[in-house]
């Protein structure tokens, strides 16, 4: 029994921010952003645009490619860390949406690893045969948690949301393995200060700014290229497979410098490697299941292809997943 991916989608904003859009901004050029991150536009949400919007939307155009019914579903997960709420959770805000009456619904919260971290635990619940057909979403807002007079940290963000409807067939075709890796001791490098138990909503902790991302650049890139190599190189090895054996790989897209940087670790030719951060900027969750879908409805998917997703994230968290297409 394999998990297969049978169907995917995604959803962005209207809206572009480009480059030269922030130069009127901050202190900042589109010279500046593209040389360091490769990011030259994002989408911004509009004002009655939320987290599940983009991810019904995203899930709609997976279910239909799918020819799955919202009725099908027995599990819907949602990687963010930008919900609607607190709680209840976007998952089951998108149950409601579609009418997926007969699901359960949970969010995931491992960052920019969410979607990895979703996948694995679907792939689980089919191999053991407790469910049959599953939605995954990766879905952010992050327009809302970024402080627009940061200039580091406000040009890599954007708003979107991908999703994959995942369903158990005895196939050779499927999520073949799953890696995933957290590290604790170094949460502060890339986090939200507020709100929450630690720092409810207060007068101080608006005027601190401290419901703003929060990140140390420099030690994210270097943790991140290491992390995401060394989950590569698990996931690959557990099935026997080199990097060589990659027909399409599909990071986060967090920094162009990162995806190049670890291309570059794996030996895995440019031309296998698919790229977006140009247009969308890093999505978080919603990154590596947005190019996913792009690849998917571009043809660039072939029957019997090797996939190798891998992303990082805040938490710290990483992970990585082979498919057989």
């Not at 619904?105 to 969410?114: Q, R, T, Y």
């Not at 990659?246 to 190049?260: C, E, G, K, S, T």
Request: aromatic share 6%; charged share 20%.
């Amino acid at each position: 029994m394999r998990s297969r991916i049978v169907g995917t989608g995604s959803a962005v904003p209207d809206r572009i921010l480009t480059n030269h859009d922030l130069e009127k901004m901050v202190d900042t050029s589109d010279e500046w952003i593209t040389t360091r991150t490769g990011i030259k536009e994002r989408r911004i949400a509009s004002a009655d645009e939320f987290t599940s919007t983009l991810a019904t939307r995203a899930a709609k155009n997976a279910l239909q490619m799918a020819g799955v019914s919202p009725a099908d579903l027995d599990m819907i997960i949602v990687a963010t860390v930008t919900p609607d709420y607190p709680f209840p959770s976007t998952a089951t805000l998108l149950q409601n949406n579609l009418g997926a009456t007969n699901a359960s619904a949970f969010d995931v919260s491992a960052a920019c690893s969410g979607f990895i971290y979703a996948l694995s635990i679907v792939d689980k619940f089919i191999r053991t045969g407790t469910i049959k057909t599953a939605l995954v979403v990766g879905a952010e807002v992050l327009s809302r948690i970024v402080d627009w007079n940061d200039r580091n940290s406000c040009l890599l963000f954007g708003d979107g949301a991908g999703a994959a409807v995942i369903r158990g067939e005895e196939s050779v075709s499927g999520i073949l393995d799953t890696y995933m890796k957290s590290d604790g001791s170094h949460w502060d490098l890339l986090y939200q200060p507020a709100p929450g138990s630690r720092n409810p909503v207060s007068q101080t902790v608006i005027d601190e700014r401290l419901t703003f991302i929060r990140m140390q650049g420099n030690e994210v890139f270097k943790l991140a290229v290491r992390a995401m190599e060394e989950a590569a190189l698990k996931v690959l090895s557990a099935g026997n497979m080199t990097a060589a054996d990659v027909d399409l790989f599909i990071p986060h897209q967090a920094n162009r410098r990162i995806i190049d940087a670890i291309g570059k670790r794996l030996e895995v030719p440019d031309e296998k490697v698919y790229v977006n951060i140009d247009r969308f900027g890093n999505t978080s969750s919603a990154s590596i299941p947005i190019a996913l879908d792009e690849a998917n409805r571009k043809g660039v998917l072939q029957p019997g292809n090797l996939l190798l997703l891998d992303a990082f994230g805040g938490g710290l968290a990483w992970g990585a997943v082979t498919v057989r297409w």
